[in-house]
């Protein structure tokens, strides 16, 4: 049957064809059309956000939590540049969001009109794919497009631009569903696996180092197997973090700048590498020369271009980490590396860290764990606390914790919460933020609250944008220069929303407030007064090896390397 | 082996897909030595060749990482040494009337040609290598040189290995 569409409407009924149920936006002139149509389709739950970069994070949270597109709407203009840090978020750790963005009418395009901006320049070093819809008779292709390309190969944004009169435009209309599929990730298995199963047979000390690569191909089966297998220990990076679970005898930990001093050391000691999923960031490798070098390096990826980018290789095994994964099993001895992880075991220290009365992110994310009985996804923002989130708390099942680790971005924790929370309903979802981040989009509550979205904040308030003022107590001779951050009364805020808060001032009071705040129904906030100065330890000072860990409170101020 | 390497790119007739491709090697802070773009035979697909002064290795990368632009159709770095690679430049001159005849001579050594002539002002076309075309740029400076425009390089790899064009188109003709 075929009938006469608006492109607004075409785009509501292809969203929907493909699977959409959910979108993160904020209405504005160039995107008026598309609202219009919205409420036609009620199927198409909208989130009005309070600020469109909450709307690309929350479809970033909603994608890293499903493995589909997450899509977020913004009117063109601030709308569009709203959405960037977002995008590059999601493009620094291959997330697959898809932005539409309004732009103004093609006859205005090019002038400079009202609310202009290039919005496919500017993000297009932070897109997979971007397209100017400009006819309606290709918008229904170029959105199945979009949602295929973000989530095929290796994930990545997509931004689909659309002018406001091809939105009004009328075209004919046929159902036709699924044109466009997305690719399947490329199957076999690559050439030299022979080399990599002879490697991994002779090697004395061999290391597995599991990126986000396991979580985007689900490999955690078959990780858990090659591990078990071979006894070969297992570090996670920061995005590889519950793609093993976290109290297996064979996980080390998370290796680099904030990696433990035994990772660490393991890496510096091993003479084999079995790198899968990750990219050998500069915050995981330190400085690159002192990197691992006895080791030989098998490198598993998705992405071509990665394998060597960074680090030296021996094998490049390029296809999808399960795939080249079960292939290992098929040809890989039993072995156990006992003396190998002995060794390791030798390297572990004592933690350095010093916190009043229990009052220490362990005890806090401990809480947080028993209150939700091991059931809970955690969503970090960036900075001191993302770094205790991911080291201290202990996930058991696979993709529970969500953090922006390649860009980093402060601000990301609530939001990507707000999407997690649409995807996993059965489950508290935590956002833990620390004061300078939480701070950054706690406007969001208000979105929670209007779409009632139970999402649990916590936030460690420590009165600094704590890792940096660590920085500058290390290496920037203690002038705290801008780091001192004042907070709002949370609980009064919290209640200025109208929802759950608590100020969580000593140790004892930790496990209520946690359980209360699980307990509650909708959004809740606990705010944690935590040690003003603790620092994160161990750290690896930019620009050095891994072998040259700063273990505990420097005696000296150093000063940065130039 | 020193000397600009040359990544050769099988790329779709659209500006964002071109300007993707270019940005690709701007971000990336490749040493571009020269950029030439042109159709093919295929209707809709260019290509592109990038000269690059880096290494084997840098240039194999830079095709890796553009063949992952939606709408490249194929990249390839060519091995130093398998390159062949040629480009064109003419040459706008206002010789002395008394050396026209000197000119010519030179013009006919380096098998190249006058395209063009006015009152007192003649362009003349040469094609070869890059060396070539350089030394023969020199060898016209003595005939007062207007202008001179460039196409910078395109690359073939010597013997039988060819792009090769997955044949579906990737972006809908009409993209931006
Ligand atoms: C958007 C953004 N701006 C600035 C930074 C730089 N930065 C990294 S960590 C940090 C401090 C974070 O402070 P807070 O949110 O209080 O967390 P804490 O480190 O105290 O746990 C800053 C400013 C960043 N990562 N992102």
């Not at chain 1, 510096?268 to 490798?285: K, P």
């Not at chain 1, 998705?302 to 980490?321: C, Q, R, T, Y």
């Not at chain 2, 398998?82 to 008394?98: G, Q, S, W």
Request: hydrophobic share 45%; charged share 20%; glycine share 10%.
């Amino acid at each position: 049957m075929t009938e006469t569409l608006t492109g607004s409407q075409i785009l509501c009924r292809v969203l929907l064809e493909q699977g959409v149920d959910v979108l993160f936006g904020y209405p504005g002139g160039a995107i008026m059309p598309f609202y219009h149509a919205l409420p036609e389709y009620p199927a198409l739950r909208h989130v009005l956000v309070r600020h469109e970069q909450a709307a690309a994070h929350a479809a970033d949270g909603y994608a890293r939590a499903t493995g589909r597109a997450g899509v977020c709407v913004a009117t063109s203009g601030p709308g569009a540049t709203n959405l960037v840090t977002g995008i590059a978020t999601a493009h620094m750790d291959s997330t697959p969001v898809v932005a539409i963005t309004g732009q103004v009418p093609r006859a205005m395009m090019g002038r400079d009109a009202f609310q202009e901006t290039d919005i496919i320049g500017i993000t297009q070093p932070i897109t997979k794919h971007s397209v100017l819809v400009d006819d309606v008779d290709r918008l229904a292709g170029a959105v199945r497009e979009a949602l295929a390309i973000a989530v095929e190969g290796r994930p990545g944004p997509v931004l689909v631009d659309i002018p406001k009169d091809v939105q009004q435009a009328k075209t004919e209309w046929r159902d036709q569903h699924a044109a466009r599929q997305p690719a399947p990730r490329p199957g076999g298995v690559p050439g030299p696996l022979a080399d990599a199963v002879r490697l991994l047979a002779e090697a004395e000390r061999p290391l597995i180092m599991a990126g986000h690569g396991i979580i985007l191909s689900g490999a955690y089966e078959e990780l858990r197997a090659l591990a078990e297998r071979t006894g070969i220990p297992v570090i996670t990076t920061l995005l590889g973090i519950s793609g093993f679970p976290e109290s297996h005898p064979l996980h080390l930990g998370m290796p680099g700048m904030h990696g433990e001093v035994h990772v660490n050391r393991a890496i510096q000691q091993a003479d084999l590498i079995l790198g899968i999923g990750l990219r050998f960031d500069d915050r995981v490798t330190g400085n690159l020369a002192g990197f691992a070098r006895h080791a030989k390096v098998i490198h598993v990826e998705l992405d071509p271009s990665e394998v060597g980018k960074n680090v030296a290789i021996d094998v490049g095994l390029v296809g999808d980490a399960r795939d080249i994964l079960r292939a290992l099993l098929d040809d890989v001895a039993p072995r156990d590396c006992k003396a190998w992880r002995a060794q390791i075991a030798d390297f572990m220290r004592p933690r350095q860290e010093s916190f009043r009365e229990d009052l220490s992110p362990g005890a806090i994310l401990g809480a947080i764990d028993r209150a939700a009985e091991g059931r809970c996804t955690i969503v970090s923002d960036v900075g001191q606390h993302q770094m205790w989130v991911a080291k201290l708390f202990p996930y058991r099942r696979p993709n529970t914790h969500l953090t922006s680790g390649g860009l980093g971005t402060m601000g990301f924790a609530v939001p990507a919460a707000m999407g997690a929370a649409l995807a996993r309903p059965d489950e508290p979802v935590w956002a833990i933020s620390g004061d300078g981040g939480f701070q950054m989009n706690m406007q969001e509550i208000a979105t929670m609250v209007q779409e009632g979205i139970p999402v649990k904040m916590a936030v460690f308030n420590n009165g600094y944008l704590g890792m940096v003022r660590q920085w500058q107590q290390f290496f920037h001779g203690r002038r705290y220069s801008a780091t001192p951050i004042w907070s709002p009364d949370y609980v009064r805020l919290a209640e200025a929303y109208g929802i759950f808060g608590r100020r969580v001032e000593r140790g004892d009071e930790v496990g209520d407030a946690v359980r209360a705040a699980i307990a509650h129904p909708g959004p809740a906030l606990v705010e944690f007064l935590i040690e003003q100065e603790a620092n994160v330890f161990p750290m690896i000072p930019p620009g050095a090896s891994l072998s040259e860990p700063i273990e505990g409170e420097p005696t000296e101020p150093r000063l940065v390397p130039a | 082996m020193s000397g600009p390497r040359a990544v050769t790119v099988l790329i779709e007739d659209h500006l964002i897909t071109l300007s993707r491709a270019v940005g690709l090697i701007r971000r990336r802070n490749l040493p571009v030595h020269s950029l030439a773009v042109g159709p093919t035979d295929a209707p809709g697909v260019s290509r592109l060749t990038i000269m690059l002064q880096s290494d084997d290795a840098t240039a194999g990368r830079a095709a890796q990482h553009l063949q992952k632009i939606i709408g490249v159709r194929d990249a390839t770095a060519i091995p130093a040494g398998d390159a062949v690679a040629r480009e064109i430049a003419l040459v706008k001159l206002r010789p002395p009337p008394e050396r026209y005849a000197e000119l010519l001579d030179v013009v006919q050594l380096y098998h190249a040609a006058v395209v063009d002539e006015s009152a007192d002002v003649v362009i003349v076309e040469l094609t070869g290598s890059e060396a070539f075309v350089l030394s023969c740029i020199r060898a016209l400076e003595r005939f007062h040189i207007v202008e001179v425009a460039r196409s910078g390089a395109v690359a073939l790899e010597s013997g039988a290995a060819e792009l090769r064009m997955s044949t579906q188109p990737q972006l809908e003709a009409g993209a931006t």
